[in-house]
Protein backbone atom coordinates (compact mmCIF):
# COMPACT_ATOMS: atom_id res chain seq x y z
CA UNK A 1 0.00 0.00 0.00
CA UNK A 2 1.56 3.20 -0.68
CA UNK A 3 2.32 6.21 1.89
CA UNK A 4 0.48 9.27 1.94
CA UNK A 5 3.98 11.05 0.61
CA UNK A 6 4.21 8.54 -2.85
CA UNK A 7 0.06 9.32 -3.12
CA UNK A 8 1.15 13.13 -3.57
CA UNK A 9 3.98 12.65 -5.27
CA UNK A 10 1.98 10.92 -7.71
CA UNK A 11 -0.61 13.20 -7.54
CA UNK A 12 2.32 15.92 -8.28
CA UNK A 13 2.27 15.07 -11.79
CA UNK A 14 -0.84 16.57 -12.56
CA UNK A 15 -1.16 19.77 -13.84
CA UNK A 16 -3.44 22.34 -12.00
CA UNK A 17 -7.05 23.86 -13.68
CA UNK A 18 -4.89 26.58 -15.98
CA UNK A 19 -2.08 23.81 -17.07
CA UNK A 20 0.46 25.82 -14.56
CA UNK A 21 2.16 24.09 -11.52
CA UNK A 22 0.92 21.12 -9.87
CA UNK A 23 -2.70 20.42 -8.05
CA UNK A 24 0.04 19.40 -4.80
CA UNK A 25 2.03 22.73 -5.15
CA UNK A 26 -1.12 24.41 -5.95
CA UNK A 27 -3.09 22.96 -2.58
CA UNK A 28 -6.00 21.49 -4.39
CA UNK A 29 -5.08 18.11 -2.54
CA UNK A 30 -6.87 17.29 0.72
CA UNK A 31 -8.30 14.61 2.61
CA UNK A 32 -5.96 12.13 1.13
CA UNK A 33 -7.45 8.28 2.82
CA UNK A 34 -5.82 5.44 2.03
CA UNK A 35 -6.78 1.94 3.46
CA UNK A 36 -7.00 -1.10 1.95
CA UNK A 37 -6.05 -0.81 -1.11
CA UNK A 38 -8.16 2.23 -1.72
CA UNK A 39 -7.02 5.89 -1.84
CA UNK A 40 -9.73 8.44 -1.66
CA UNK A 41 -8.91 12.09 -1.66
CA UNK A 42 -10.06 15.23 -2.25
CA UNK A 43 -9.18 18.18 -5.03
CA UNK A 44 -10.81 21.78 -3.89
CA UNK A 45 -11.67 23.44 -7.46
CA UNK A 46 -13.78 26.85 -7.85
CA UNK A 47 -17.87 25.59 -8.36
CA UNK A 48 -18.88 26.51 -11.50
CA UNK A 49 -15.38 24.82 -12.74
CA UNK A 50 -16.16 21.54 -11.98
CA UNK A 51 -17.68 20.14 -15.21
CA UNK A 52 -14.76 21.79 -17.23
CA UNK A 53 -12.23 20.01 -14.48
CA UNK A 54 -13.26 16.45 -15.08
CA UNK A 55 -10.54 15.10 -17.39
CA UNK A 56 -8.28 17.04 -14.33
CA UNK A 57 -10.15 14.32 -11.66
CA UNK A 58 -9.73 11.90 -13.82
CA UNK A 59 -5.72 11.92 -14.79
CA UNK A 60 -5.49 12.35 -10.81
CA UNK A 61 -7.12 8.84 -10.22
CA UNK A 62 -5.33 7.18 -12.83
CA UNK A 63 -1.48 8.27 -11.82
CA UNK A 64 -2.64 7.15 -8.04
CA UNK A 65 -4.03 4.52 -9.85
CA UNK A 66 -0.70 3.27 -11.76
CA UNK A 67 0.68 2.80 -7.77
CA UNK A 68 1.33 -0.88 -6.52
CA UNK A 69 -0.93 -1.96 -3.84
CA UNK A 70 -3.71 0.22 -5.22
CA UNK A 71 -6.81 -1.32 -6.07
CA UNK A 72 -9.19 1.43 -6.07
CA UNK A 73 -9.19 5.07 -6.87
CA UNK A 74 -11.58 7.68 -5.52
CA UNK A 75 -11.27 11.46 -6.18
CA UNK A 76 -13.88 14.41 -5.34
CA UNK A 77 -14.10 17.59 -6.66
CA UNK A 78 -14.98 19.97 -4.19
CA UNK A 79 -15.64 23.08 -4.51
CA UNK A 80 -13.15 25.95 -2.45
CA UNK A 81 -12.96 25.83 1.32
CA UNK A 82 -14.93 28.32 3.42
CA UNK A 83 -12.24 30.05 5.81
CA UNK A 84 -10.01 28.34 7.82
CA UNK A 85 -9.36 25.30 10.22
CA UNK A 86 -12.67 24.25 11.60
CA UNK A 87 -14.84 26.01 8.83
CA UNK A 88 -17.95 23.73 7.34
CA UNK A 89 -17.19 21.02 4.99
CA UNK A 90 -18.02 22.46 1.81
CA UNK A 91 -20.83 21.46 -0.55
CA UNK A 92 -20.27 19.14 -2.99
CA UNK A 93 -19.72 20.35 -6.56
CA UNK A 94 -20.09 16.84 -7.94
CA UNK A 95 -20.36 13.24 -7.59
CA UNK A 96 -17.29 11.70 -6.52
CA UNK A 97 -17.98 9.14 -9.80
CA UNK A 98 -16.12 5.74 -9.36
CA UNK A 99 -12.85 5.54 -11.04
CA UNK A 100 -13.08 3.14 -14.22
CA UNK A 101 -12.72 0.29 -12.42
CA UNK A 102 -14.80 0.89 -9.13
CA UNK A 103 -17.93 0.05 -11.15
CA UNK A 104 -20.77 1.43 -8.85
CA UNK A 105 -20.84 5.58 -9.84
CA UNK A 106 -23.44 7.28 -7.06
CA UNK A 107 -25.64 9.05 -8.72
CA UNK A 108 -25.63 13.07 -9.10
CA UNK A 109 -25.84 14.71 -6.18
CA UNK A 110 -27.66 17.88 -5.35
CA UNK A 111 -27.37 20.17 -3.35
CA UNK A 112 -30.48 20.99 -1.27
CA UNK A 113 -33.84 20.26 -1.48
CA UNK A 114 -34.75 18.09 -4.08
CA UNK A 115 -37.92 17.77 -5.55
CA UNK A 116 -40.64 15.54 -4.44
CA UNK A 117 -41.53 11.75 -4.46
CA UNK A 118 -40.45 11.13 -8.23
CA UNK A 119 -36.77 12.04 -7.44
CA UNK A 120 -37.12 8.94 -4.47
CA UNK A 121 -38.48 6.20 -6.69
CA UNK A 122 -36.14 6.91 -9.58
CA UNK A 123 -33.23 5.93 -7.41
CA UNK A 124 -31.53 2.63 -8.02
CA UNK A 125 -32.00 -0.16 -5.81
CA UNK A 126 -30.13 -2.52 -4.43
CA UNK A 127 -30.63 -6.23 -6.24
CA UNK A 128 -32.37 -8.27 -3.64
CA UNK A 129 -32.66 -5.48 -0.68
CA UNK A 130 -36.30 -5.23 -0.82
CA UNK A 131 -36.42 -2.00 1.83
CA UNK A 132 -33.96 0.10 3.13
CA UNK A 133 -34.56 1.89 6.32
CA UNK A 134 -32.44 4.66 7.70
CA UNK A 135 -32.21 5.26 11.41
CA UNK A 136 -31.33 8.93 12.52
CA UNK A 137 -30.40 11.30 14.66
CA UNK A 138 -30.38 15.33 15.23
CA UNK A 139 -27.08 15.08 17.36
CA UNK A 140 -24.90 12.18 18.65
CA UNK A 141 -25.31 10.40 22.23
CA UNK A 142 -28.58 9.72 21.60
CA UNK A 143 -28.60 6.00 21.10
CA UNK A 144 -29.26 5.87 17.72
CA UNK A 145 -27.04 2.99 17.27
CA UNK A 146 -27.81 0.94 20.10
CA UNK A 147 -32.01 1.85 18.50
CA UNK A 148 -30.51 0.30 15.30
CA UNK A 149 -29.15 -2.77 16.71
CA UNK A 150 -31.94 -4.14 18.56
CA UNK A 151 -34.52 -2.30 16.03
CA UNK A 152 -32.64 -4.72 12.88
CA UNK A 153 -32.51 -7.83 15.62
CA UNK A 154 -36.19 -7.15 16.53
CA UNK A 155 -36.95 -7.04 12.97
CA UNK A 156 -35.33 -10.42 12.68
CA UNK A 157 -37.36 -11.83 15.22
CA UNK A 158 -40.35 -11.02 13.33
CA UNK A 159 -39.33 -13.27 10.76
CA UNK A 160 -37.43 -10.83 8.10
CA UNK A 161 -34.15 -11.16 6.61
CA UNK A 162 -31.96 -8.34 7.79
CA UNK A 163 -29.03 -6.59 6.98
CA UNK A 164 -27.69 -3.14 8.36
CA UNK A 165 -25.04 -0.99 7.22
CA UNK A 166 -23.09 1.21 9.42
CA UNK A 167 -23.25 4.65 7.96
CA UNK A 168 -22.29 6.12 11.02
CA UNK A 169 -18.62 6.04 9.33
CA UNK A 170 -17.39 8.90 12.31
CA UNK A 171 -17.58 6.31 14.96
CA UNK A 172 -18.59 3.43 13.54
CA UNK A 173 -20.12 1.55 16.74
CA UNK A 174 -22.16 -0.95 14.43
CA UNK A 175 -19.07 -3.66 14.82
CA UNK A 176 -18.70 -3.34 18.65
CA UNK A 177 -22.98 -3.94 19.35
CA UNK A 178 -23.09 -6.94 16.90
CA UNK A 179 -19.65 -8.41 18.44
CA UNK A 180 -17.90 -8.71 15.31
CA UNK A 181 -14.59 -8.19 13.41
CA UNK A 182 -12.50 -8.53 10.57
CA UNK A 183 -11.59 -7.95 7.37
CA UNK A 184 -14.75 -8.50 4.58
CA UNK A 185 -13.32 -11.11 2.08
CA UNK A 186 -13.83 -9.93 -1.51
CA UNK A 187 -16.39 -12.34 -2.94
CA UNK A 188 -15.86 -11.03 -6.91
CA UNK A 189 -13.92 -8.52 -8.40
CA UNK A 190 -14.70 -5.56 -5.95
CA UNK A 191 -17.80 -6.89 -4.19
CA UNK A 192 -16.93 -7.59 -0.52
CA UNK A 193 -18.78 -10.49 1.56
CA UNK A 194 -20.72 -8.68 4.78
CA UNK A 195 -19.57 -10.05 8.28
CA UNK A 196 -22.40 -11.54 10.23
CA UNK A 197 -23.47 -11.01 13.82
CA UNK A 198 -26.50 -12.80 15.13
CA UNK A 199 -27.61 -13.90 11.67
CA UNK A 200 -27.37 -10.45 10.49
CA UNK A 201 -25.11 -9.13 7.80
CA UNK A 202 -23.21 -6.46 8.84
CA UNK A 203 -21.20 -4.05 6.64
CA UNK A 204 -19.12 -1.29 8.64
CA UNK A 205 -16.37 1.38 7.51
CA UNK A 206 -15.12 -0.07 11.07
CA UNK A 207 -14.06 -3.14 9.10
CA UNK A 208 -12.36 -1.54 6.73
CA UNK A 209 -10.04 1.07 8.88
CA UNK A 210 -8.08 0.65 12.40
CA UNK A 211 -10.42 1.67 14.78
CA UNK A 212 -8.15 4.23 16.11
CA UNK A 213 -7.62 5.97 12.42
CA UNK A 214 -8.91 9.25 12.95
CA UNK A 215 -10.99 10.06 9.99
CA UNK A 216 -11.59 13.34 8.86
CA UNK A 217 -14.24 13.08 6.22
CA UNK A 218 -15.37 15.78 4.31
CA UNK A 219 -18.97 16.04 2.38
CA UNK A 220 -18.11 13.61 -0.87
CA UNK A 221 -15.96 11.33 0.70
CA UNK A 222 -18.98 10.23 3.15
CA UNK A 223 -21.32 9.99 0.24
CA UNK A 224 -18.67 7.90 -1.83
CA UNK A 225 -17.55 5.50 0.99
CA UNK A 226 -21.44 4.92 2.47
CA UNK A 227 -22.32 4.40 -1.76
CA UNK A 228 -19.87 1.68 -1.93
CA UNK A 229 -20.58 0.18 1.92
CA UNK A 230 -24.34 0.24 -0.23
CA UNK A 231 -23.89 -0.97 -3.59
CA UNK A 232 -20.47 -2.93 -3.64
CA UNK A 233 -21.52 -5.71 -0.99
CA UNK A 234 -23.34 -8.46 -1.58
CA UNK A 235 -25.47 -8.09 0.60
CA UNK A 236 -27.97 -11.20 -0.75
CA UNK A 237 -31.88 -11.71 -0.59
CA UNK A 238 -32.67 -9.13 2.87
CA UNK A 239 -36.15 -7.98 3.41
CA UNK A 240 -34.10 -4.92 4.97
CA UNK A 241 -31.38 -3.27 5.43
CA UNK A 242 -31.74 -0.97 8.27
CA UNK A 243 -28.58 1.63 8.13
CA UNK A 244 -27.32 3.71 10.93
CA UNK A 245 -27.04 6.96 9.29
CA UNK A 246 -24.26 9.40 10.28
CA UNK A 247 -25.47 11.82 13.60
CA UNK A 248 -26.46 15.03 12.14
CA UNK A 249 -28.56 17.09 9.82
CA UNK A 250 -25.79 18.22 7.35
CA UNK A 251 -24.83 17.98 3.84
CA UNK A 252 -23.77 14.48 4.13
CA UNK A 253 -26.85 13.26 5.59
CA UNK A 254 -29.13 15.06 3.24
CA UNK A 255 -27.09 14.04 0.53
CA UNK A 256 -27.22 10.59 1.84
CA UNK A 257 -31.16 10.69 2.36
CA UNK A 258 -31.19 11.87 -1.22
CA UNK A 259 -29.17 9.23 -2.85
CA UNK A 260 -30.66 6.26 -0.96
CA UNK A 261 -33.56 4.77 -2.14
CA UNK A 262 -35.03 5.17 1.66
CA UNK A 263 -38.37 3.19 2.08
CA UNK A 264 -38.33 5.21 5.07
CA UNK A 265 -36.40 7.04 7.78
CA UNK A 266 -36.85 6.85 11.91
CA UNK A 267 -35.40 9.23 14.28
CA UNK A 268 -34.39 8.69 17.31
CA UNK A 269 -34.17 11.16 20.07
CA UNK A 270 -34.35 11.43 24.15
CA UNK A 271 -37.06 13.34 25.55
CA UNK A 272 -34.70 16.58 26.43
CA UNK A 273 -35.91 19.50 24.73
CA UNK A 274 -32.68 20.28 23.14
CA UNK A 275 -32.64 16.96 21.86
CA UNK A 276 -35.87 17.43 20.06
CA UNK A 277 -35.43 20.34 18.25
CA UNK A 278 -32.54 18.65 16.59
CA UNK A 279 -34.73 15.46 16.55
CA UNK A 280 -37.26 17.94 14.40
CA UNK A 281 -34.59 19.33 11.86
CA UNK A 282 -33.85 15.52 11.16
CA UNK A 283 -37.75 14.93 10.50
CA UNK A 284 -37.25 18.02 8.31
CA UNK A 285 -34.58 17.14 6.21
CA UNK A 286 -36.04 13.50 5.51
CA UNK A 287 -39.33 15.35 4.72
CA UNK A 288 -37.56 17.68 2.21
CA UNK A 289 -36.24 15.29 0.02
CA UNK A 290 -39.36 13.28 0.38
CA UNK A 291 -38.16 9.96 2.25
CA UNK A 292 -41.27 8.80 4.39
CA UNK A 293 -40.90 9.28 8.07
CA UNK A 294 -41.67 6.21 9.74
CA UNK A 295 -42.00 7.34 13.11
CA UNK A 296 -39.86 8.95 16.24
CA UNK A 297 -38.41 6.73 19.20
CA UNK A 298 -37.97 7.98 22.56
CA UNK A 299 -35.06 6.32 23.88
CA UNK A 300 -33.49 6.80 27.49
CA UNK A 301 -37.28 7.73 28.21
CA UNK A 302 -37.79 6.99 31.98
CA UNK A 303 -35.50 5.34 34.46
CA UNK A 304 -36.97 2.34 36.80
CA UNK A 305 -35.48 2.27 39.89
CA UNK A 306 -34.36 -1.09 40.40
CA UNK A 307 -33.80 -0.30 44.31
CA UNK A 308 -36.97 1.62 44.96
CA UNK A 309 -38.42 0.24 41.76
CA UNK A 310 -39.87 3.94 41.54
CA UNK A 311 -39.92 5.37 37.96
CA UNK A 312 -37.88 8.21 37.14
CA UNK A 313 -38.31 11.16 34.59
CA UNK A 314 -34.56 11.70 33.83
CA UNK A 315 -34.81 14.01 30.99
CA UNK A 316 -38.52 14.96 31.46
CA UNK A 317 -40.94 12.49 29.74
CA UNK A 318 -43.23 11.93 26.50
CA UNK A 319 -41.43 14.55 24.59
CA UNK A 320 -41.28 12.77 21.74
CA UNK A 321 -44.83 11.61 21.81
CA UNK A 322 -45.94 15.32 22.36
CA UNK A 323 -43.61 16.21 19.58
CA UNK A 324 -44.68 12.96 17.06
CA UNK A 325 -48.10 13.87 17.66
CA UNK A 326 -47.82 17.26 16.87
CA UNK A 327 -46.16 16.76 13.63
CA UNK A 328 -48.43 14.08 12.42
CA UNK A 329 -45.59 11.24 12.94
CA UNK A 330 -46.26 7.99 14.15
CA UNK A 331 -44.57 7.80 18.04
CA UNK A 332 -42.59 4.16 17.78
CA UNK A 333 -42.39 3.86 21.52
CA UNK A 334 -40.51 4.39 24.56
CA UNK A 335 -37.09 2.66 25.15
CA UNK A 336 -36.03 3.16 29.26
CA UNK A 337 -32.70 4.54 30.45
CA UNK A 338 -31.57 1.02 31.63
CA UNK A 339 -28.06 -0.30 32.90
CA UNK A 340 -28.27 -3.37 31.02
CA UNK A 341 -29.20 -1.89 27.71
CA UNK A 342 -26.05 0.29 27.92
CA UNK A 343 -24.13 -3.22 29.48
CA UNK A 344 -25.60 -5.47 26.96
CA UNK A 345 -24.84 -3.15 24.10
CA UNK A 346 -21.57 -2.16 24.72
CA UNK A 347 -20.10 -5.64 25.07
CA UNK A 348 -21.98 -7.00 21.87
CA UNK A 349 -24.61 -8.47 23.61
CA UNK A 350 -27.86 -6.68 23.11
CA UNK A 351 -30.62 -7.46 25.22
CA UNK A 352 -32.86 -8.27 22.56
CA UNK A 353 -30.44 -11.62 21.94
CA UNK A 354 -29.53 -12.29 25.46
CA UNK A 355 -32.85 -11.51 26.75
CA UNK A 356 -35.40 -12.37 23.99
CA UNK A 357 -38.09 -12.81 26.36
CA UNK A 358 -37.89 -9.63 28.59
CA UNK A 359 -39.35 -6.34 28.83
CA UNK A 360 -36.54 -4.80 26.68
CA UNK A 361 -37.06 -7.11 24.07
CA UNK A 362 -40.75 -6.55 23.60
CA UNK A 363 -40.29 -3.11 23.08
CA UNK A 364 -38.13 -3.28 20.63
CA UNK A 365 -40.09 -5.80 19.17
CA UNK A 366 -42.76 -3.88 19.11
CA UNK A 367 -41.38 -0.84 17.68
CA UNK A 368 -39.85 -3.15 14.86
CA UNK A 369 -43.36 -4.42 14.45
CA UNK A 370 -44.93 -0.74 14.09
CA UNK A 371 -41.93 0.44 11.46
CA UNK A 372 -42.46 -2.51 9.38
CA UNK A 373 -46.43 -1.70 8.89
CA UNK A 374 -45.58 2.03 8.16
CA UNK A 375 -43.42 0.52 5.25
CA UNK A 376 -46.07 -1.76 4.70
CA UNK A 377 -48.24 0.89 4.84
CA UNK A 378 -46.43 3.43 2.50
CA UNK A 379 -45.71 0.71 -0.40
CA UNK A 380 -49.62 -0.35 -0.36
CA UNK A 381 -51.25 3.15 -0.33
CA UNK A 382 -48.08 4.54 -3.11
CA UNK A 383 -48.09 7.00 -0.37
CA UNK A 384 -44.23 8.37 -0.59
CA UNK A 385 -43.97 10.73 1.43
CA UNK A 386 -45.92 12.42 4.87
CA UNK A 387 -47.29 15.66 3.96
CA UNK A 388 -45.04 18.35 3.02
CA UNK A 389 -45.33 20.54 6.19
CA UNK A 390 -41.91 21.37 6.80
CA UNK A 391 -41.71 22.50 10.56
CA UNK A 392 -39.74 25.77 11.71
CA UNK A 393 -36.81 24.05 14.03
N1 LIG B 1 -31.86 3.02 26.54
C1 LIG B 1 -30.61 3.07 26.98
N2 LIG B 1 -30.31 2.82 28.29
C2 LIG B 1 -29.05 2.90 28.74
N3 LIG B 1 -28.00 3.20 27.97
C3 LIG B 1 -28.23 3.45 26.68
C4 LIG B 1 -29.54 3.40 26.10
N4 LIG B 1 -29.43 3.69 24.78
C5 LIG B 1 -28.13 3.90 24.53
N5 LIG B 1 -27.41 3.78 25.66
C6 LIG B 1 -25.96 3.96 25.82
O1 LIG B 1 -25.65 5.31 25.46
C7 LIG B 1 -24.40 5.37 24.78
C8 LIG B 1 -24.62 6.04 23.40
O2 LIG B 1 -25.44 5.18 22.65
P1 LIG B 1 -25.23 4.99 21.08
O3 LIG B 1 -23.80 4.74 20.75
O4 LIG B 1 -26.25 4.00 20.62
O5 LIG B 1 -25.65 6.44 20.62
P2 LIG B 1 -25.51 7.15 19.21
O6 LIG B 1 -26.62 8.13 19.15
O7 LIG B 1 -25.39 6.17 18.13
O8 LIG B 1 -24.14 7.88 19.43
P3 LIG B 1 -23.12 8.40 18.31
O9 LIG B 1 -23.88 9.37 17.51
O10 LIG B 1 -22.06 9.03 19.18
O11 LIG B 1 -22.67 7.20 17.55
C9 LIG B 1 -23.89 3.94 24.69
O12 LIG B 1 -23.00 3.69 25.75
C10 LIG B 1 -25.16 3.09 24.88
O13 LIG B 1 -24.89 1.82 25.46
Redesign the pocket.
Known amino acids: MPTREEVLAELSKVKGPDLQGDIVSLGLVSDVFISDGRVIFSITVPAERAQELEPMRQAAEKVVGKLPGVEKVLAALTSERQGGAGAKAPPPVRPAPAAADMGSVPPPMQRRAAPASPEQSAKPGVPGVKAIIAVA?GK????????TCNLALALQANGLKVGVLDA?IY?P?IPRLFRVSGRPEPVSGRILKPLEGYGIKVMSMGFLVEEETPMIWRGPMVISAITQMLREVAWGELDVLVV?MP?GTGDAQLTMAQNVPLAGAVI?STPQDLALIDARKGLNMFRRVDVPLLGIVE??SYFLCPDCGGRHDIFGHGGARAEAEKLGVPFLGE?????A??VN??AGTPVTVTDPDGAHAAIYRDIATKVWAEVQRNREDGQRAAPRIVIES
Open positions: SGGVGKSTTDGSDPVNMVPLDMIRSD
